[in-house]
């Protein structure tokens, strides 16, 4: 796997550009819309062919709203995304069907997304069936893949979703997502639900099938270990925007927004000699609903400056960053923004990141 | 806290002795808790380590007597400050409950009722438990809401539980397990549903309100990083026994049991990338048919025959260490 940004000479095979939904919070007498959640605001990243993109991020950072925008499970307000370089549900484009043949997702409730009436030989058949295949090719594909996914076939064709245990079940919702083919995989809090040690089985299986079939990967996650463990790149969003993105080792090591460092120092430490002392944030994140002016994490951050309240710093390269393709969404990031830790303009490359100095004020 | 095991010295607050636990259910009886013995000092922090269905939550409720009673067959001993709890008449029982033993949740919104405000809920709890004034309750309850570090205190106080972020409504709860001035803390995945930055302020939060007060706590968690954050001893369960017990340093760096090192491998930690893990084959035992002899026996790398032929006792191989393996080094 390589760690290279999607940036380079070959297409993406997903592009998203300023792709945004807000949902209306209904009230009064008429329902009308009486505020705004904005869920993802404008938000622009690409994945390139064979590479795993993690997603990290929090409750109402709006990472499970951009898989379902992606999967056109909701309709996005504005935004445009583009697989394999077609624009979706557009003229000359890719329609919804072919798009859901290509691009499949993989739930966290691994029971919620298994129809209990179904055998787990149906459940996997059912896509091909339904985009022309024959039964009993079908019924043998069904086969084939549940084997692919470490179930024993003579075992568990015939099973219903209530005879199966969480990690055999989030199997089986795996081996159904690749029934048609697809090129990319979307997994939603897919091994969040399971025990450690079946989540150990189930991130192998992850690690060969992509080995195998060539899969591309989008990997959202809370947790940041095994987010770290399986992508090449690393988007950190917060309250509806990407704060972060890069390589993995460039966000783990050289973390250049505040929030993904306290992210990454909220981990605990596993280790009883080195237990956290300080917890890194106050507060619980913000509310979706009326975010803060200006640089939305300015309300927890402790660089905050006037420069953060007057302007809402862009997602931009890093300056002096050691990767390449790592960006960040702050003005400490940036040169000549204004804040006072910002790299002076035409600084070289061994300015100090004033996130990783470790300088709290 | 300290870093001395329960067991030693002077008398344990808690002690738990040769549990067992039955679920009488439409297919028959499900042994849940298959002999579970430990004991908890004062001032100690215990962390009850497992996956699902290891027996964890099922041990704290058994303390608290939560099971229906009809439903549950319960034997072996509760010792609780001198009491025996499993004999203890309901009306005893009850003034234990959220009085000298506390109970904390995964979900705070289960422990509030959403039609009080969480205010007039804990003055409550208060008045339950002690004969004291509303004013002086309130007074009580503000001062609580200063200790768990919520902010306006006062405000908050009148606000209902779903106006409460899940941070604040987390620490709204322990405000309420505290407010009877309980010895024993139990503690069920309390930062589970959190946010990271969330969760770790709420286990610092524990950890110090722990050491003020002097309380002895059970932690049940399925997180080694969690365990390992807030725990001076750490008893691992598996299929409703605890297979290994001992300093939280000792389990973390040098597990004794397969299980316990199969857990350890399979999780994912800091700076991994990409390589296979160490995954523990298979998946815990149907509790309704264990397997015999030792439970983790057919996911065990290192099973013989003598593992199936009897479940294997304890043995110490250090003073307080416990681990139910054959093949641990003896003393």
Redesign the interface.
Known sequence: ?SGAPASGAAVPLLAVEGLKKHFPILGGLLRRPVAWVQAVDGIDFAVAPGETLGVVG??GCGKSTTARLLMHLVAPDAGTVRFGGRAINAPGGIGLSELRRQMQMVFQDSYASLNPRLTVADTIASAPAGHGMKRADAQRLAHDLLARVGLEPALFLRRYPHEL????RQRVNIARALALSPRLLILDEAVSAL???????V??LL?DLKDDLGLTYIFIS?????V???SDRVMVMYLGRVVEIGP?EAI?AEPAHPYTR??LD????????R???????????PNPINPPSGCRFRTRCTFAEAVCTAREPALDTVAGAKFAGHHAACHMARAGSGHSKAPAPGAGGDSANPVTAGARP | MTDAPGANGAEPLLAVEGLHVAFHGPDGAVEVLNGVDFALARGEVLCLLG??GSGKSVTLRTILRLHNPKRTRVSGAVRFAGQDVLGLGERAMSQLRGGDIALIFQEPATAFDPVYSVGRQIVETIRRHKSVSEAAAWARAVELFQRVQIPSPERRLRAYPHEL????RQRAMIALALSCNPSLLLADEPTTAL???????I??LLRRLQQEYGLSVIFVS?????A??IADRIAVMYAGRIVEMGP??EV?RAPLHPYTQ??L??????????R??????G??PNLAALPPGCSFAPRCPHAEPRCTAAVPEPIAPAPGQLVRCIRAPLA
Request: proline share 8%; charged share 20%; no cysteine.
């Open positions: 796997m929090e409750s245990s969480g990690g055999q025990d450690k040690s079946v989540e150990a089985q991130l192998n690690l809370h947790d940041l270990n095994v770290q463990f399986i993995v783990y306290a992210l909220s981990m605990p430490a596993m280790d009883p000699d237990r956290t002392t300080e917890p890194p944030l106050s507060g619980d994140p | 996956e699902s972020s899940g941070g604040m946010d990271a930055t969330v969760q770790i302020q286990l610092l399925h997180d080694i990083g969690v390992t954050e939280v340093r973390i199969g857990l491998g399979s999780t994912v930690r800091k700076g991994m990338r990409a296979r893990l160490n995954a523990i084959p998946a815990p």
